[in-house]
């Protein structure tokens, strides 16, 4: 199995995500770790790092992605977890520098829903 890093690496010298990019994604999964004792679940982590290194290479190559179905941002919305999920994606804002679409968001928030679930 690949580790966070060994995945970063790869999408990076196929140029799917930059630098920077990995940099971030692996730096939040180092945040997720730092609030738990439990083991985070490998394959929702493994997606959010994708989604989010590529996510945030997209938005500086000018390129975009429609959001999830509404419905289901509603769902997302109403979670117990989105408290969790907010608290992560404002440190993205405030570390990403450049805006980060709504739909990009909305994902984001999915994936990290998602997570703080199982963690729960």
Known sequence: MTTIKERLDILKAGD???EEASTIAEEAVQRLSAHTQ??????KV????THLASALTRMS???SV?????ELFSEIEKSEQI???NR???WLKSNWGDEIPKSEIAFLKMH???????MK
């Open 38 to 43: 439990r083991t985070l679940p490998q394959n």
């Open 83 to 85: 408290d969790l999920a």
């Open 88 to 90: 992560e994606i404002n």
């Open 112 to 118: 990290y829903v998602s997570i703080f679930k199982e």
């Open 16 to 18: 799917v995500i930059s």
């Open 66 to 70: 429609d959001g999830p179905p509404e």
């Open 46 to 49: 493994e997606m959010l790092v």
């Open 61 to 63: 190559r000018g390129e």
